[in-house]
């Protein structure tokens, strides 16, 4: 009889399946993700050099282990990763309690006890056992399951971007401080070579005093200016030393060990080639894990939309239950089987406006998000036309630069020797002294800025990322989200 029973349900119910429908919009991403001001070229060339590399293989060019091993630590210990990767196994959560909702739901039940019963008669004692298995099904009639599914794997997805978003950033900023400390090392050398030569000019002047050939006032500036250029060379080494201590907290490294490390190097700054730029900035864009996250949000938005409209119509459930029961007395027992099933339900009547406004404020989100968006991919417009900017005006500088640097420098020589022999006095050996290595600070500056730049460009672009390997790292962090922490899923 309950075999017959179910088929009687089943049928209507397979009929009514099959008349459902998806309330909500169907999210269409070209159509969601278009704004009016979106530029189709570059307004900043892009640096036509000789030598490029792949994003993907960016990082490799520089050949510099000590970089390569800085990266992996700081990512192992990075917070800002950690916390990506939690709320991917949250989404994941999310996910599939969004999955299970639209399943049947099977719980067992049990129970045993013990009382007093008066069944029209005397009161008697008795055992009662009771087991029984429940069955639930939620029907989709409207699609708000479908589409809460929907919402759940984009922000499953979105969570996945941001992760990878993490990753490059804190490969660039460790990057970027470790060429700052390659920088500093050089600046901390022509701080040192320049205090020795003042300290010489310094010892020089003191002769030539004692022996009268120069006036006390004279050896004084001498004095003055080698203590200045070592307290300048004291400085710029306690700058060093700071930079080591930030790249110790990035990467939990024993700054000893790191240290060591970093004497192991190359001790030079790297020099980048230029990395591979699509000319079309909708192109770029793709390679933007941010702006994919935002996409992803956009598109769970709209699917939260459908959802909050499903709620406003009726809910139907097909309910059952079935299970063993038994009585045992001192008068006698009782074995029993019972079940049921039905369909249940629930019509939206009145509410206060509750459902209507929760609609409501998923359209307006919906808008939040499609701004949101689109901010970021103004943001990251901005990001790769000032890294062009930045680099374009560096590369130019470097090479006027170095020409000052050099020609200071060969003043500088030329000073000194007149000074030896008594043809210029100190201020005039000072004077062009000051200009030399002013000249010398700034090149150093200016490579080190112009590989900053370099790196800038590298993250604005994406950092080798790619929007078509999104669809995938999901699926597979759907399966087994512990990939993300141990670095399997890159």
Request: net charge neutral.
């Amino acid at each position: 009889m309950l075999m017959t029973y179910l088929r009687i349900l089943v049928a209507p119910l397979a009929l009514l399946l099959s008349a459902c429908i998806t309330l909500g919009p169907d999210y269409d991403r070209q159509q969601s993700t278009q704004w009016e001001t979106e530029p189709k070229v570059w307004q900043e060339p892009l640096p036509h050099e000789g030598e490029q590399v792949t994003l993907v293989s960016w990082w490799a060019q520089f050949k510099d282990p000590v970089l390569i091993e800085l990266v992996e630590q700081s990512q192992k210990q990075s917070n800002s990763m950690a916390q990506a990767a939690l709320r991917i196994a949250q989404s994941r959560a999310l996910l599939i309690t969004a999955d299970g909702a639209a399943l049947p739901v099977l719980n067992a039940t049990g129970g045993i006890s013990r009382g007093t019963y008066q069944l029209g008669g005397p009161v008697i004692v008795a055992t009662t056992a009771q087991a029984q298995l429940q069955a639930g099904w939620e029907i989709d009639l409207f699609g708000g399951l479908a589409r809460g599914s929907e919402a759940a794997r984009a922000r499953l997805a979105a969570q996945v971007a941001n992760w990878h978003e993490a990753r490059i950033s804190v490969a660039a900023d460790t990057a970027s401080l470790y060429t700052n400390f390659r920088g500093c090392e050089q600046l901390s050398q022509l701080a040192r070579a320049d205090a020795q030569s003042r300290a010489q000019t310094a010892r020089l002047t003191q002769e030539l005093a004692q022996t009268g050939f120069q006036s006390p006032a004279v050896a004084a500036l001498a004095r003055a200016s080698a203590a200045e250029g070592q307290s300048r060379a004291v400085a710029q080494r306690a700058e060093c030393d700071l930079l080591i201590k930030a790249l110790v907290a990035l990467t939990a490294i024993p700054e000893p060990e790191l240290r060591s490390q970093l004497v192991k190097g190359t001790r030079v700054l790297p020099k980048p080639a230029m990395p591979v730029v699509n000319r079309i900035p909708a192109q770029v864009l793709l390679q933007r894990p941010d702006v994919a996250a935002a996409e992803r949000e956009l598109a769970a938005a709209s699917a939260d939309i459908g959802v909050r409209e499903a709620e406003r119509f009726p809910r139907l459930s097909l309910l059952g239950n079935i299970g063993p029961l038994s009585f045992e007395s001192a008068v006698g027992s009782i074995s029993a089987t019972s079940w049921s099933i039905g369909p249940s339900l629930s019509l939206p009547i009145f509410d206060g406006g509750r459902r209507a406004a929760n609609v409501e404020t998923a359209k307006i989100a919906y808008e939040v998000a499609a701004t949101h968006y689109r901010t970021q991919a103004r943001r990251a417009v901005k990001e790769v036309e000032e890294a062009l900017v930045r680099l374009d005006s560096l590369n130019q500088r470097e090479s006027e630069s170095l020409k000052a640097s050099q020609g200071y420098r060969e003043s500088l020589q030329a000073a000194q020797d007149r000074y030896k022999f008594g043809l210029s006095s100190i201020l005039d050996l000072e004077e062009t002294r000051r200009l030399s290595v002013n000249a010398d600070n700034i090149l150093a500056i200016v490579r080190r800025e112009r590989v900053s730049a370099y790196i800038a460009l590298y993250r604005a672009v994406g950092g080798g990322w790619e929007a078509r390997d999104l669809a995938s790292v999901t699926r597979a962090v759907q399966q087994n989200p512990s990939d993300i922490l141990t670095g399997k899923l890159q």
